[in-house]
């Protein structure tokens, strides 16, 4: 794949406001566009006037943020990514999430894993959120763990540290 601007994150660990700074410095900004009844669906949009394609190397979530914090951090990942402004490399975290959700086995024994406890948290917390998870988890699940894409005829590949 070629690549004109990126920008490489890493290791965001749930911090949803250094996550929304960065994209303020980058100029990357959401606009919600006002309903103009109350039978209308309210729509949203990225601006990226510069055009950087964001490539995010894992550790987006964290246990010690008691949750909250992580999931509000993976959804916004997870909408620059659909919304073709990002690319999310799988990294330990996010596959330690994957297997939390998909073995609840290891959740019934009380595994003190921080994702474990990250995602029990979620489910008691707000069990409204069961289904959001389970979207996010799917996604997250095809995720590559690694990305390569060309710049000015060069190759090169991210990958998280983890998997090195």
């Keep these: 794949m070629k690549i004109k601007n990126p920008v490489v994150i890493g290791d965001i660990h749930a911090n949803y406001k250094g996550l929304k700074r960065i994209l303020k410095q980058l100029y990357i900004i959401k606009y919600e566009s006002p309903r103009r009844d109350k039978n209308q669906e309210e729509t949203s949009h990225w601006k990226n006037p510069k ?83 389970e979207e996010l988890i799917h996604w997250l699940n095809q995720r590559p763990f690694y990305i390569s894409f060309v710049l000015k005829d060069k190759e090169y590949i991210c990958v998280h540290a983890y998997y090195t």
Excluded: C, M
């Design 51 to 133: 055009e950087y394609q964001l490539i995010f190397l894992g550790d987006i979530n964290d246990g010690r943020s008691k949750g909250k914090s992580s999931f509000k951090t993976l959804l916004l990942i997870k909408d620059l990514v659909d919304s073709g402004i990002g690319l999310l490399v799988q990294s330990n975290h996010q596959a330690d999430l994957i297997k939390a959700w998909f073995s609840p086995s290891l959740l019934s024994k009380g595994k003190e894993s921080q994702s474990y406890k990250e995602l029990l948290y979620l489910k008691i917390k707000d069990p409204s959120t069961r289904d959001a998870i």
